[in-house]
């Protein structure tokens, strides 16, 4: 297993357009988590999956923000008619069952600009 | 609401010395710690916890201390290696260790040869 899967690793799109982020987490792990980190701010919590269900949201996570996990496998972050303010790198992280005792594993990211 | 915070942002020690990386937090409610290492280009790596019920947890160099009563925690670092030069996290969750975890603003290392 080579870890936590993030692509595309830089994404640079234009102002109201589309994009979609996807994360493979290691295999063993249930629990699927994204994050978004800004320049000189810790890594902010988005939302949490156990296996395919979507148990908490973030009130970061606007209406234009959606994120699946489809067979509690693979998951994607879908950000619509993107802002210059989305611009930011978007982490990815999953867990065993037994919970976090032992940290997340976090993916490399995907960076995002917004032109 | 910053709800874990460090409030120095950088800190440079001699190779070999001790780094003391600071973290205050808010909510009572937080009974699982967590300290991330991070380099450039590459996400937060787990380097260490501490569940509330302890004040001390050691491995290896690492050693985290926490002060529940004044909402504080410590990472030690000794010896302080220049591989050790990253930006290190800090970060708790109030689920017991399950969910969601709230990190701090980061704390750059720099340990000098």
């Known amino acids: 297993d080579t870890g936590v899967s993030q692509n595309p690793r830089h994404k640079i799109t234009k102002r109201g357009q589309n994009v979609t982020f ?3 987490p290691i295999s063993e792990h249930n629990r699927l988590y994204w994050y978004r980190q800004t320049l000189g701010q810790g890594p902010e919590f988005l939302t949490y999956f156990q296996n395919e269900a979507q148990l ?13 996990r489809p067979k509690g496998s693979f998951s994607t972050l879908e950000i619509q008619r993107t802002e210059q303010g989305d611009s ?11 919970g976090i005792h032992g940290g997340y594993t976090f993916g490399s990211g995907t960076r995002l600009t917004v032109v | 609401d910053q709800q874990v915070k460090q409030n ?7 190779e070999g010395r001790i780094s003391i990386l600071n973290c205050d937090y808010t909510n009572s409610m937080f009974d699982y710690f967590l300290w991330y290492k991070k380099y450039p280009a590459e996400g937060p790596t787990f380097l260490i916890s501490i569940s509330s019920i302890k004040d001390k947890n050691e491995d290896g160099r690492f050693t985290v201390f926490l002060n529940k009563s004044a909402k504080h925690l410590s990472l030690h670092i000794v010896p ?11 970060a708790a969750s109030d689920s017991g260790g399950y969910q969601k975890v709230t990190f701090g603003t980061g704390t750059k290392l720099q340990v000098i040869p």
């Not at chain 1, 908490?56 to 699946?68: I, M, N, P, T």
């Not at chain 2, 591989?83 to 800090?90: E, K």
Request: net charge negative.
């Open chain 2, 80 to 90: 302080s290696q220049p591989g050790d030069s990253a930006v290190y996290f800090c």
């Open chain 2, 8 to 14: 120095s942002p950088s800190l440079s020690v001699q």
């Open chain 1, 56 to 68: 908490e949201k973030s009130r970061l996570l606007s209406d234009r923000f959606s994120a699946e």
């Open chain 1, 22 to 24: 996807r994360c493979d």
């Open chain 1, 88 to 98: 930011a790198m978007y982490l990815c992280a999953s867990s065993p069952p037994t």
